[in-house]
């Protein structure tokens, strides 16, 4: 790989990379959920709600087919450079799909990586994944073994999400990502950083939110992963990584459907320096499907509160979101201003589920602005 320059990411003044105490505040402020614990909707929920982002237990992937994963795409990335590119020619006949190396996306973004990129196809029934028809045959079994079990582990995250925003239907979320034709997997592979390439402190992945509903990543054991906690000025935190565990973010459009109450949550990747492994992360996309409208579930919606967004549907915001970088605020353009003028970070939070008698504001004369409780910066536990 050929070293790039660029401005290093790192948040150097970042308090909780400083010390042992920091490190441990700020592993404390990603909550972990067991996934087979009875309370495990309601800490999805509010997992959702505080930081858009948790690291998941008993997600019922064996560890068997992550690992097999793992040692297949590591001997893929050992190979030379032609040999990826000629084994992923069929899935690179549709962009962004296939094998790319230090580009992400098409708008200039760089990172110092290599990744594999493919779309699940059309039928959830099936495990073949069309894209991968010409990749090492044990590359492409650990691949369909593995992502039929995470989109397992999406559908029971999605399920627990539901039930803990209070919906009737435990599979309404579900259902917008089953058979879709829009769920994508992306194996991401971040060679150590050396010296005398001037790239420590090399951005592996820019900041940005992921634009689908919902995304699950597992990574080896080599750390890099920051998330930001809400809030302008919330800090970054390093994310502990953990093979066995999962770690889900909330996207784009779920931060829609609920109306502001879930929180895409932004992240990054600073690359592995020096004397450090490489990291090995593979991550699922759920997305809805390209005519899916995205807009606040109105069974969310509490008497007189009104949508933060614009409407859009998936195609749309999916055709947008590709236009820019990587960085970009993707659902800045939708949001409705009425709300947030009056507070640029007011977003509606709901601190029990809403019910039939449950009249926001009821003394005030129908003012949404008066249902909107500001949400503070999640920093003070953490500082
Ligand atoms: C710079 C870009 C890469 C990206 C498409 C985009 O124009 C903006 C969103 C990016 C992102 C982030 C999450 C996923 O990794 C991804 C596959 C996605 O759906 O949106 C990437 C896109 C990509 O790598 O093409
Ligand atoms: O590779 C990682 O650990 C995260 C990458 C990521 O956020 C992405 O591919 O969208
Ligand atoms: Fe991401």
């Not at 906690?229 to 459009?253: I, K, T």
Request: hydrophobic share 40%; aromatic share 6%; with cysteine.
């Amino acid at each position: 790989m050929v070293a790039i320059k660029a401005p290093s990411s790192i948040d150097h003044a970042n308090p909780l990379t400083k010390s042992p105490k920091a490190a441990a505040a700020a592993a404390a402020a990603i909550p972990t959920v067991d996934l087979s614990s009875p309370g495990a909707a309601r800490a999805v929920a509010d997992a959702c709600r505080g930081v858009g982002f948790f690291r998941a237990t008993n997600h019922g992937i064996p560890s068997s087919l992550a690992a097999a994963l793992e040692a297949r795409a590591m001997a893929f990335f050992a190979l030379p450079h032609e040999d990826k590119v000629d084994a992923t020619i069929a899935a690179a006949a549709r962009r962004p799909f296939g094998y790319g190396s230090r580009s992400i996306g098409s708008n200039g973004d760089v990172g110092w990586l290599e990744y594999l990129l493919l779309s699940l196809g059309s039928n959830s029934n099936s495990s073949s994944i069309p894209g991968a028809s010409s990749l090492p045959p044990s590359l492409r079994a650990a691949l369909e073994e593995y992502t039929g079990a995470v989109r397992n582990a999406s559908g029971k995250v999605l399920e627990l999400m539901a039930e803990g925003l209070g919906m009737q239907e435990r599979c309404a979320l579900r259902r917008m990502v089953d058979g879709s034709e829009e769920e994508l997997v992306r194996v991401n592979h971040y060679p150590p950083t050396k010296e005398e390439d001037c790239v420590a402190g090399m951005t592996g992945f820019g900041e940005h939110t992921d634009p689908q509903i919902i995304s699950l990543l597992r990574s080896n054991r080599t750390a890099g992963l920051q998330i930001k906690l809400q809030g302008p000025d919330a800090p970054w935190v390093n994310v502990a990584p953990d093979p066995d565990s999962l770690f889900v973010n909330v996207g784009d459009c779920l931060q829609v459907l609920t109306n502001g109450r879930f929180r895409s949550v932004k992240h990054r990747v600073v690359a592995p320096e020096g004397a450090q492994a490489s990291r090995l992360s593979v991550i699922y996309f759920g997305g809805p499907a390209p005519a899916q409208r995205i807009a606040p579930l109105p069974e969310l919606m509490r008497e007189g509160e009104q949508s933060l967004y614009r409407d859009f549907t998936w195609g749309e915001y999916k055709a947008a979101a590709y236009k820019t970088r990587l960085g970009d605020n993707r659902l800045g353009p939708y949001e409705l201003r009425n709300v947030a003028d009056t507070n640029p970070t007011a977003l509606i939070t709901a601190s029990k589920e809403p019910t039939a008698a449950d009249h926001c504001c009821s003394n005030s004369s129908s003012s949404s602005a008066a249902c909107v409780v500001v949400q503070p910066p999640h920093v003070a536990q953490v500082h």
